[in-house]
């Protein structure tokens, strides 16, 4: 019998007639393009378009087509107004991208989830190709998945509308699981073995990685994660149940939708595309409040996961410590400078002076004097630069150590990263390692437009051997290079710089006072 099994996977992986471009999956034929060694079939639905009564509701399956399917263009990214790649408003947009080297068969796979604060970016922006890491011997996956309200609108009669999912919101970590199943049924085709899954992720994709670590929903679709400056265990992108609520309500009157029964939602879902977003577009930096989009009085209302029981059962948070989740080896990272982005002109008003920093601490944390007093405004450049240091270690390097300590207590191999590398040619001068500068060094693409490897290829080269040794191996130290050390109770690190070394106590004094806030 087991020569009839792999029978059929090679003729699913080879194509009827033999050609290597030509693959049959679950829904249809498939026929891909070639640039060196590595195949690509780009723009492949995993999914129905979240379109009409499929709008505000958990992914619907994917509707098969006949002949065969080019996989050659991008699908439409998810609709967003902020996008390096311009606007979209097309909501058919769920789309997997698989990068393969030829004649794979049974290859680890890497599946990625990009990041965009949950309201832009797209897995087919150029920057996250993955020939370069399929070239070490993987397979790789890229998607889109649902952004701003249309992924994560919390309204409380969505929770009745689809017996099938008795929850309201999270629909874009839905669709994220729903984009690993389909890897689940159909990966061995491309020559990937669905027993040896990676889920990797940047930003609000790694803290998605985070998300279905802890979930039992996603138990037994991934066996190891990377989580890249994925804010795990900050509380900053996950709502409270009653606050998400209340804030999609508001938003459906906003667009005159009243109330918080079946009719709400039938008007909502008659809205236009361009209305919802035109509701929920991010205030300009020049009539926002000084200090960004984290320092808002609400921050991306009606447009993040939320503590909704079922997708996240509890804050991520409080679900680290407990330790009721399945011990899988993990990447956790950070940037030496990760809060300069969001505290630049794309994005921010400048915190001018020590009176704006204190009013910009407020909207976010209690204890502003002691808050100014371990980050005084004299110790740093400008009352900005401060408020991006306090950015950088609250939400990302000090919830990094926490989730980092909590798992090795659990009895999880832990890796700790800093990148400490500036890239060459930054779209601004003065923010150093700043938030994503370590994307084109992953992926070993010099298209990434704030930020490129120039002379670092080197280190590059490095961190691709480290990513996919943890795909192929649960362990980046499986090709050689410099030592990797398990965190465990030494608290070391290692900080990807050139050269590369290790670090131990990264950050521990800040990190010792956000602990005890």
């Not at 979240?50 to 399956?61: I, K, V």
């Not at 080297?101 to 190709?129: C, W």
């Not at 994660?225 to 209340?246: D, F, H, K, N, R």
Request: net charge negative; hydrophobic share 45%.
């Amino acid at each position: 019998m087991r020569w009839l099994v792999v029978l059929v996977a090679v003729v699913a992986a080879c194509g009827d007639d033999g050609d290597p471009l030509t693959i049959a999956i679950d829904t249809g034929t498939l026929h891909g393009a070639q640039t060196g060694d590595v195949r690509h079939f780009i723009g492949i639905p995993y999914a129905a378009p979240p379109l009409g009564a499929n709008r505000f509701r958990a992914p619907q399956p994917a509707v098969p087509w006949s002949g065969v399917r080019e996989a050659i263009e991008a699908g439409s990214q998810c609709p967003q107004l902020l996008s390096f790649a311009g606007p979209s408003n097309d909501e058919d947009c769920l789309f997997v991208n698989v990068w393969t080297p030829a004649g794979a068969h049974d290859l680890p796979v890497m599946v990625f989830l990009h990041g965009g604060a949950f309201v832009f970016g797209s897995g087919t922006d150029k920057y996250y190709a993955g020939d370069s890491l399929a070239g070490r011997g993987v397979v790789v996956v890229t998607l889109n998945y649902r952004l701003g309200a249309f992924g994560f609108l919390a309204h409380p009669a969505l929770a009745t509308d689809d017996p099938m999912f008795p929850t309201t919101g999270n629909y874009g970590l839905e669709d994220q699981r729903a984009a690993l199943q389909w890897v689940q049924r159909n990966i061995a085709a491309f020559g990937g073995d669905p027993k040896h899954v990676t889920l990797f992720g940047e930003s609000a994709g790694g803290f998605s990685a985070c998300v279905h670590y802890l979930s039992s929903r996603t138990h037994g679709l991934f066996e190891a994660v990377i989580s890249e400056s994925g804010l795990c265990g900050s509380s900053v992108l996950e709502l409270p149940l009653a606050t998400a609520q209340a804030q999609a309500v508001a938003l459906a009157e906003q667009l005159g939708c009243p109330g918080t029964d079946a009719a709400a939602i039938a008007c909502l879902r008659g809205k236009s595309t361009d209305d919802i977003q035109a509701a929920t577009a991010l205030p300009s930096p020049a009539t926002a409040m000084p200090g960004g989009p984290l320092y808002q009085p609400e921050v991306l209302p009606a447009q993040l996961p939320t503590i909704d029981g079922l997708v996240l059962a509890t804050s991520m948070h409080a679900a680290f410590a407990a330790g009721s989740y399945e011990p899988r080896p993990i990447i956790l990272g950070t940037n030496r400078d990760e809060g300069t982005l969001f505290h630049s002109s794309i994005y921010a008003k400048e915190v001018a002076d020590e009176a704006a920093y204190r009013a910009a601490l407020a909207t976010r944390f209690t204890g502003v004097d002691g808050i100014v007093a371990h980050y005084p405004v004299s110790a740093f450049p400008s009352a900005n630069r401060a408020i991006a240091e306090v950015t950088g270690d609250a939400f990302f390097v000090c919830p990094a150590r926490y989730v980092a300590r909590h798992l090795a207590g659990h009895g999880v191999t832990v890796y700790r990263y800093s990148f400490e590398q500036e890239p060459a040619q930054p779209f601004v001068s003065d923010l150093g390692v700043f938030h994503g500068s370590e994307l084109p060094f992953v992926f070993g693409n010099d298209t990434f437009p704030l930020g490129k490897i120039g002379d670092a290829q080197p280190l590059s080269d490095a961190m691709g051997t480290y990513w996919t040794g943890m795909a192929k191996h649960y362990d980046p130290n499986s090709a050689g290079g410099v030592a990797w050390p398990a965190y465990a109770t030494s608290e070391t690190s290692l900080v990807l710089a050139a050269p590369i070394t290790t670090s131990a106590g990264l950050k521990s004094s800040a990190c010792d006072f956000w602990d005890a806030q």
